[in-house]
């Protein structure tokens, strides 16, 4: 069974980058078939796809975030990461790492998703 | 401003059913598979459709979706108390470079 966690720093200074990392348990992100996602979520607000990489190192990104965005991926420590630069208030929300599948023929949607962990932006 | 619209709210009674409305263009819904998501205070969210209207495994047939056009909709019929929650619809979007967008949420209440 599929397990994802993120960890990473719960306090960023304002205009600093944000790095987390999300580990995978019982399955391989460099076995080809799955992308993996990072998303977003303020508190009390809707959920905000970050972008996606894929085992080959292939990466989509949301357009409002792509300039400040870095998605990479650690296959010998099986885990992916998210790099956000330039951070502001804005940025503070619960984010998620989530196991994707979208393809030009199918879109199995994010189906396992891990616990989540809260960054907040300080001034 | 999310991409997709659905109504903020809705509310039923248990063992009744309920529908929530996704609203989108020709660049997502109507180009692409829609999934919903559920999802409880405090926790991540949990796929209940996908491609339209499929259940992952473990996921009661109560749970419904479909498609028509560029909207979606998901139904849920006897509800339980449990159900009461945040239900999200997600699709792809093909303008600019693309990537997943996702509607504002809508808060369902069991009366």
């Known amino acids: 069974q599929v397990q994802l966690q993120e960890s990473g720093p719960g306090l960023v200074k304002a205009s600093q980058t944000l790095s987390l990392t999300c580990t995978v348990s019982?399955?391989?992100?460099?076995?080809?078939?799955?992308?993996w996602s990072w998303i977003r979520q303020p508190a009390g607000k809707g959920l905000e796809w970050i972008g996606r990489i894929y085992a080959s190192g292939s990466t989509n990104y949301n357009p409002s975030l792509k300039s400040r965005v870095t998605i990479s991926g650690d296959t010998s420590k099986n885990q992916f990461s998210l790099k956000l630069s330039s951070v502001t208030a804005a940025d503070t929300a619960v984010y998620y790492c989530?196991?994707?599948?979208?393809?030009?023929?199918?879109?199995?949607?994010?189906?396992?998703w891990g616990q989540g962990t809260t960054v907040t932006v300080s001034s | 401003q999310s991409v997709l619209t659905q109504p903020p709210s809705v509310s039923a009674a248990p063992g009744q059913k309920v529908t929530i409305s996704c609203s989108g263009s020709?660049?997502?819904?109507?180009?692409?598979?829609v999934s919903w998501y559920q999802q409880f205070p405090g926790t991540a969210p949990k796929l209940l459709i996908y491609?339209?209207?499929k259940r992952p495994s473990g996921i009661p047939d109560r749970f419904s979706g479909s498609k028509s056009g560029t909207s979606a909709t998901l139904g849920i019929t006897g509800l339980q108390t449990g159900d009461e929650a945040d239900y999200y619809c997600a699709t792809w979007d093909s303008s600019l470079s693309g990537g997943r967008v996702f509607g504002g949420g809508t808060k369902l209440t069991v009366l």
């Open positions: 019982g399955g391989s992100i460099s076995s080809g078939y799955y992308y």
């Open positions: 989530a196991r994707d599948f979208k393809d030009n023929w199918n879109d199995y949607g994010m189906d396992v």
């Open positions: 491609e339209n209207n």
């Open positions: 020709s660049s997502n819904i109507g180009n692409d598979y």
